[in-house]
């Protein structure tokens, strides 16, 4: 059995703890698409089987979360998880949307401390648990969509943001913060939506059991936005490159109507690209 899972990932478990679970229900090997923080839930999509070999595919892909901000303290973590400092005065909802425009689009965004970035060797949550500080280097990020949900307290916002890989959404908060001359962290985040996967095919990771979890697999091609191609020519399956009528790019391979894996077109010519069935 191939093909993925959209797991509901619960607060308070890292996505590692997520793929382990579906790894002993399913007794195939797993990973997922993207980490979520511990203290986030949401959409994690869990590759079973051969597709875990599509990763590459997904790189690019856009996710969109439900946020909610606090102004005038921040953390150590930059989440409810770390230790609060109160400090900074919180802004009115004006002030806000006046400012998401500047963190909207392509900027330099320093990753948080407590993240698994590398420093010199070691990951920065690591330093940040010795108590060492350190400064990681900015990296440009797309912020597609940045926008208020409203007030849900004196010093709470929500807000929806879509955006590009390597955004980091605790680091959001502490940019737009800044930007209102305060301080801010993230208090509860959810993904709700990475590349096609999106909340209307969550399954709840405790409904993930030996007897269950094949009625939620969703079908590895049903993932794949490439035309189909029929290929009979047994030339393909041996390894063989072909000439072929048929514009370059990726395929979603098909013979006798059973998916095969992806191929490759390039100057007309057709080559085996992942074999996923």
């Known amino acids: 059995m191939t093909g993925f899972l959209n797991i509901d990932k619960p607060e308070g478990k890292s996505s590692a703890y997520a793929v382990n679970i579906v790894k002993h229900v399913t007794k195939e090997a797993c990973g997922h698409l993207g980490t979520l923080d511990p203290f986030a839930s949401g959409v994690l999509p869990v590759g079973v089987g051969n597709a875990t070999r599509l ?40 002030q806000i949307a006046c400012a998401l425009p500047s963190l909207t689009g392509e900027y330099a965004q320093v990753p948080p401390l407590y993240s698994a970035k590398s420093i010199e060797g070691r990951r920065g949550y690591e330093l940040a648990r010795m108590g060492k500080t350190a400064e990681l280097g900015a990296k440009t990020v797309c912020v597609e969509e940045f926008s208020l949900r409203g007030q849900v307290s004196e010093d709470e916002f929500e ?25 801010g962290y993230c208090t509860a985040l959810r993904r709700t939506a990475s590349g096609i996967f999106t909340e209307k095919t969550l399954v709840p990771l405790a409904s993930v059991t030996p007897e269950t979890w094949q009625k939620y697999l969703i079908p590895t091609d049903m993932v794949l936005p490439f035309a189909v191609m029929e290929v009979s020519d047994a030339r393909f399956y041996n390894g ?8 370059d790019g990726t395929y979603k391979i098909y013979r006798g109507g059973e998916f095969y894996g992806t191929g490759i077109v390039e100057g007309g010519i057709l080559r085996a690209g992942k074999k996923l069935c």
């Open 55 to 94: 990763f590459d595919y997904f790189l690019a892909k856009k996710k969109t979360y439900a946020a909610r901000f606090r102004f005038g303290a921040t953390t150590d973590t930059l989440d409810s998880e770390g230790a609060v400092t109160v400090g900074g005065s919180i802004p009115s909802a004006a």
């Open 159 to 183: 807000f929806t943001v879509t955006c590009g890989a390597g955004t980091y959404i605790r680091a959001l908060a502490r940019d737009l913060a800044a930007l209102l001359g305060t301080q």
């Open 240 to 247: 063989v490159k072909y000439p072929v009528d048929a514009a």
